[in-house]
Each structure stands twice: as C-alpha cells, then as structure tokens.
C-alpha cells in the first residue's frame, strides 16, 4: 500500500471543502431564494428589487413601493366589503385598470340601485306607517267597544241585546275581554247548573279516576247502565284528546297551565250526563270556553251548549236529525251557490263528508282561534243556524278553487282549509248569504223536513217541492 503524507490529505480535504462550498452558493442562488428555503442575503435582495424594476418597467407602471392600505387589501386577497367598494373603487393593482367606459357604466348602475333600494325603503316605511294606522284604529275601536259593553249593554242586558244597535256591534267581533261575560248571557243557562253541581260531579269524576287506577270493581263504578270498561274508555279518550286540543297552543298539553282546568270539564261533563259521555271534538268546544271563562262557568256553559237540539243530534249521533240537518243545508245550497251545489251533485261530494268535523269542534278546529271566536259570537247570537251560514260563507268563498276540483281533492280541501284566511273577505261572505229559501227561513225549513221525515217513515210524504 503505498504510503500518504499528510501534506497530501491536507490538500485533498481543502479541495473537499471548496467544492461543497460552491455546490451551496449554486443552491443559494435567486432562483432557489425565491421560494423561501433560505433567507435572502444583501446581493440577493438587491437582485429581486432590481427584477421587479424590471418587471414594472415592461407593465408601464411606476416602480414604487406599495401602500400599506394596498398591503392590507393584498392580505385579505381582495374582498370588497360592500357593493359600494365593489363598483366605484379601483380594481386592486395587481388586475387591469377597468375602461372607462366600463366604470361610467358600473356607476350608473350603483346610481340606479341606490335610487331604487330608496324607493324600497320608502314603500317599507309607508306600509309600516299604514299597519301602525290600522293597529291603533283597531284598538282604539276595541277600547270604544269595551266600554259600550260594559257601560251600556250589559248592565241592561234583558233589554238591549237584541237591538239593532248592539247586533251591529256583535257582528263586528266581541272584545277578548267582554268575551266570556256575553257569550254566557248569550248560551244561557236552561239547565240550572250551578258551581255547587260542578264541583260534586268533578269530585264523582275524580274518584273514579282513582278508582279506575287502582282497578276497583266494575259494580263500583257502574252507574246507569254504563258498564266500567265503557267509561274507562271515555275516560282514556278524554286524556288523548287533550293532548291533541290545540297542540300549536302548548297550554292544554301534560304539563300546561290549562291541562287540569279541560280535564276537570270534560271529566265532570261524562258524570253530569251518562248517556251521552264523551264524544270527539267535545275537547276542542271546551277548550275555546276555558279561554275565555273561568272553570266552573266554563262548565256551566258548555253542558247548555251541548243540550241545544242541534249539539245534542250530533253527539248522541243522531242518524235521523242528522240527515233532516243536511238536508235543510242542502236546501240553501242550492239556493245560493246552484253552480257548485251541481259540482258537488255531480261528484258525490255529500255534506257529511265536511260538515260533521266542522259541527262537532264548532268551527275551533277547522278555522284560525281567532277567527273561530268570531264565528262563535255571532253563533251565541243566531244559534245554529249561524253554523250553517257559515258552512255556506266557507263554500262561497272558495267556490272558484273547489269547481276545479274532483272529489279527493274537495274532501282534503275542506278537512284541511287554509290558515291564512282573510277574516274581512270571509265575514263578508257570511253576509252575503241569503238564509231564505221559497219564503221560508231556516227554522221553517228544517221543520217542514222533520215533518216529512216522520211521515216518510209513515209511507205519506207532506213535503212537495
């Protein structure tokens, strides 16, 4: 092996050395720099400042140094904070200039939009004025109203309701806070209940509850021929239909501040009358009374509602009175709508297919709460035929959409009406109503129908057409 002296290894490691060092300054050349492996050095700063000299010089633009505000605007990439920013300003530096051209025309354009969001906010402005008009006309009007009930017509109740004067007055709608008081006057109190009968039958309800929930024996619980597993199944009834009465209310659900108050009329009412129990639709009649009536009133109200003759066909399904009722209503149909009366002819659409829901709940179901309070005062005033009015005014009001229709979608149609109803249009439609029919008015009519009924029944119709 031939012997190296270290003058030789000494020469050789300098050489080394050298090469890696010109193989790091070819790394760290501007191209390398640019892309941020390495800090620049003084010559290579110079080095990028001169190419961008260059750079603008070819563009046509001033070689000059950005401003701060540029700097911002470059960080955030260019995003204009409104529309104003977005036409009038001038495009960042690092985009073409807009044409001139180009900027008038952005430039009218913001004009023209400043122009019509003013006339937007105008016409805003101008119908929020209107409704502010229309709110306090309307309260002004109930706090008018309020005071003509109670100054003038309640404390001379026996005398004045039927006037022309307080009619009018009803038709218009009764203030919330005279409510309850007239429609109790109103309904009346034929039965002679009192709250001392409410409070023994919501206590007979009660012990029953109890006695259900403990199984006590079906001999403690029968009364009237009814057996327990029969009222035990009103009474199961009544607590499902709670939960369904006004369920968008949330105040008649578990847990509601009037849960218990519905409960305790529905439940007394199966004791008070027996043979007629608890019916669907009962909840929602009963809840619409509780809003606007203490319990014990409530109650009183709404056993003499449901005694009326029409109430009463319909809970104790009456088949017989209820065919005379829809056949009275018949009669006015035909009298006022005949186009849709031969529709509905035509299509089988028969008046229980729609009438029978809108009976039972009174309307409180069917038709917006408020809007139901409304049909539910003229209703205490004109009693039920007012129901049947009504019925017609909803057909009339609608009669253009339901002529379109076939038989599924008028059934879905009138089970399902629309919410937003227009409680001007609709009681104008009521109005229009004409309740007569060959110079008979309702009562007459439905009479003569019962007649014939019972003589059908006979084998010698008295009704002739």
Known sequence: VMAVSPALLLMDRNLLARKQNA???????????????????????????????????????????????????????????????????????????????????????????????????????????????????????????????????????????????????????????????????????????????????????????????????????????????????????????????????????QGGPYHDMLHSVLGAYTCYRPDVGYVQGMSFIAAVLILNLDTADAFIAFSNLLNKPCQMAFFRVDHGLMLTYFAAFEVFFEENLPKLFAHFKKNNLTPDIYLIDWIFTLYSKSLPLDLACRVWDVFCRDGEEFLFRTALGLLRLFQDVLTRMDFIHVAQFLTRLPEDLPAEEFFASIASIQMQSRNKKWAQVLTALQKDSREMEKGSPSLRH
């Open 23 to 253: 193989r790091l300054d070819k790394q760290n050349d501007l191209g390398w720099k640019l892309f941020g492996k390495v800090p620049l050095g003084d010559n290579a700063q110079r080095d990028s400042k001169k190419l961008q000299k260059e750079y603008e010089d070819k563009a046509g633009r001033p070689s000059k140094p950005p401003s701060p505000k540029q700097n911002v605007r470059k960080n955030l990439d260019f995003e204009p904070l409104s529309t104003t920013a977005l036409i009038l300003e001038d495009r960042p530096a690092n985009l073409p200039a807009k044409p001139a051209e180009e900027a008038q025309k952005h430039r009218q354009q913001y004009e023209e939009m400043v122009v019509q969001a003013k006339k937007r906010e105008l016409k805003e402005a101008q119908r929020r004025k209107k409704q502010l008009e229309e709110r306090c006309r309307l309260e002004e009007s109930i706090g008018n109203a309020v005071l003509t009930w109670n100054n003038e017509i309640l404390p001379n109740w026996e005398t004045m309701w039927c006037s022309r004067k307080v009619r009018d007055l009803w038709w218009q709608g009764i203030p919330p806070s005279v409510r309850g008081k007239v429609w109790s006057l109103a309904i009346g109190n034929e039965l002679n209940i009192t709250h001392e009968l409410f409070d023994i039958c919501l206590a007979r309800a009660k012990e029953r509850w109890r006695s259900f929930s403990t199984g006590g024996s079906e001999a403690e619980t029968e009364d009237a021929g009814f057996s327990a597993a029969d009222r035990e199944a009103s009474l199961e009834l009544i607590k499902l239909d709670i939960s369904r009465t006004f369920p968008s209310l949330c105040i008649f659900q």
